[in-house]
């Protein structure tokens, strides 16, 4: 027998379940980053027709949100990592359709605003494709009504929390 097939089946799936969780937080990182590199508050700002704009506040506030959830991600995922939680690949999973729909936000936003939003190249080349890797590469969601509401409510919760966090620390 080889040493892979000595090896049980749930120690072959960490190695590969961390590195899923670092490419989640590697390519949340580099979008957080072109986000603000290339002035997101001021883009949105631009279009106060387009929902969300108000939220985003300055840049300094917007820099301690995005901040704040790249730390939050990364947290969750060196806990998901280092403790082995049984809810690490369904959490992960789920970031990863976040994720996903982050990216295609921004298509979106990018062709309804006919300019391009900043974040558009690494959602569309990072957080997509990532997104949808870590989503193969991971036993399937089971999608119940509890499980979409979760999704979507920490999902919300996380943004809105960190925008609103950023206001409440900012002057």
């Keep these: 027998m080889s040493q892979i097939e000595d090896t049980p089946p749930q120690a072959r799936v960490l190695p590969r379940l961390a590195a899923l969780w670092g490419l989640a937080v590697g390519t949340l990182a580099v979008h957080n980053i072109e986000e603000w590199l290339l002035d997101l508050t001021g883009w949105m700002a631009d279009r106060p027709w387009l929902p969300g704009g108000a939220l985003h506040g300055d840049q300094t506030r917007f820099t301690l949100a995005l901040l704040t959830v790249t730390a939050l991600f990364a947290g969750t995922a ?57 989503i193969r590469r991971l036993p399937p969601v089971r999608w119940t009504l509890g499980a979409v509401l979760i999704t979507v409510g920490a999902a919300l919760a996380l943004v809105f929390g960190s925008l609103g966090l950023a206001a409440a620390l900012t002057p």
Excluded: E, K, Q, T
Aim: some cysteine.
């Design 78 to 134: 060196i806990v998901a990592v280092l403790a082995r939680p049984r809810w690490s690949a369904g959490v992960l999973a789920c970031a990863a359709y976040a994720l996903v729909a982050n990216g295609v936000s921004h298509i979106v936003m990018s062709l309804v605003s006919r300019d391009p939003m900043p974040g558009l190249f690494s959602g569309a080349l990072l957080l997509v494709p990532a997104g949808l890797v870590i």
